[in-house]
């Protein structure tokens, strides 16, 4: 073989190496968007779960407290009865001080 015909060979494969990287760049760029478009899909969706369960666990959490709260509020309330009620037995009994049978208990 000739060294004009060997350098053309050489050409010729080089030519064809340089259109197979710049197909296989075309192909990684457009599979690196395919990948980060879907990697930002992905982030998204997982977001948007953890928010659900911070939501989901926030109400929860609301309704625990309300709960908690409503309780409190009960016994409370029925604190000041019991109070009130105490109040007016030592009105009645005369006194301001708690009677002795009352202390013991």
């Known amino acids: 073989m000739k060294l ?13 190496l340089l259109e197979q990287n710049e197909q296989c760049a075309h192909q990684f760029e457009s599979l690196q968007s395919e ?3 879907e990697m930002a ?3 998204l969706a997982h ?6 369960m911070k939501t989901t666990r926030g109400v929860e959490i609301t309704e625990i ?3 908690h709260a409503s309780e409190m509020a009960r016994l409370h309330h029925a604190h ?3 109070l009130a009620r105490q109040s007016l037995a030592f009105a009645d009994a ?3 001080r ?3 049978e009352l202390r013991a208990a």
Not at 47 to 52: A, H, L, M, R, S
């Open 4 to 16: 004009k015909d060997e350098t053309d060979l050489l050409r010729e494969t080089n030519r064809q």
């Open 35 to 37: 990948f980060t478009r």
């Open 41 to 43: 899909r992905l982030k």
């Open 47 to 52: 977001n948007e779960v953890i928010t659900g």
């Open 65 to 67: 407290y309300r709960a």
């Open 80 to 82: 000041l009865e019991a």
């Open 94 to 96: 005369g006194t301001t």
């Open 98 to 100: 708690m009677p002795k």
